[in-house]
T-cell receptor
Framework: AQKVTQAQTEISVVEKEDVTLDCVYE???????LFWYKQPPSGELVFLIR??????QNEISGRYSWNFQKSTSSFNFTITASQVVDSAVYFC????????????FGTGTQLKVEL | DAGVIQSPRHEVTEMGQEVTLRCKPI?????LFWYRQTMMRGLELLIY????????DSGMPEDRFSAKMPNASFSTLKIQPSEPRDSAVYFC??????????????FGEGSRLTVL
């Protein structure tokens, strides 16, 4: 069975601080995909990134960066110089090629960025 | 390009009534998913279709729930009869799956259901 754990339920930071959201996953599949989605207060789910299990290169996109480590089954997400607009719930998710693309989501981390 | 379109955005109904949620996936996508989000259970997959065929409905709570996909551009999720514990946000998502590749899911804005 697949499982995604986001141990941080809620994080509060002050604007311009860096913040890292943790994600630990469990799967028996050798080929799988990891995702991050953002859910702002308006409620929609916004895709942020997808990584496959064969690509452990870290990725940076503007203020966002992701650290994928197979050795620790982790896929952490860092926001640099956080802004109020980053306030949202962030979900980590996992799918496998044998699973037909269905995502198993973590419970989410509520990020609050305050002035 | 239009995203995944869901209707209604909000639905308030009374216990025992039938509820139908609708979804139009992104044109060209071959997979469609229905998810439910609640505070208690988070985001859980109810059912997904591949090329209009239901592949996995193990997440459907009970017989009161049914989903159909009569064609590539339309799907419904029906609850009959509805109960207060069905109150949740229901998301539809679509994706393009080809070979071994797992594309990202694009989500609709969700349908917020309240059953009184």
């Amino acid at each position: 069975a697949q499982k995604v754990t986001q141990a941080q339920t809620e994080i509060s930071v002050v604007e311009k601080e860096d913040v890292t959201l943790d994600c630990v996953y469990e799967t028996r599949d050798t080929t799988y995909y990891l995702f991050w989605y953002k859910q702002p207060p308006s409620g929609e789910l916004v895709f942020l990134i997808r990584r496959n299990s064969f690509d452990e290169q870290n990725e940076i996109s503007g203020r966002y960066s992701w650290n994928f480590q197979k050795s620790t089954s982790s896929f952490n997400f860092t926001i640099t110089a956080s802004q109020v607009v980053d306030s949202a719930v962030y979900f980590c998710a996992l799918s496998s090629t044998g699973g037909g693309n269905k995502l198993t989501f973590g419970t989410g981390t509520q990020l609050k960025v305050e002035l | 390009d239009a995203g995944v379109i869901q209707s209604p955005r909000h639905e308030v109904t009374e216990m025992g009534q039938e509820v139908t949620l609708r979804c139009k996936p992104i044109s060209g996508h071959n997979s469609l998913f229905w998810y439910r989000q609640t505070m208690m259970r988070g985001l859980e997959l109810l059912i997904y279709f591949n090329n209009n065929v239901p592949i996995d409905d193990s997440g459907m709570p009970e017989d009161r729930f049914s989903a159909k996909m009569p064609n590539a551009s339309f799907s419904t999720l029906k609850i009959q009869p509805s109960e207060p514990r069905d109150s949740a946000v229901y998301f539809c998502a679509s994706s393009l799956i080809g070979g071994w590749d797992t594309g990202e899911l694009f989500f609709g804005e969700g349908s917020r259901l309240t059953v009184l």
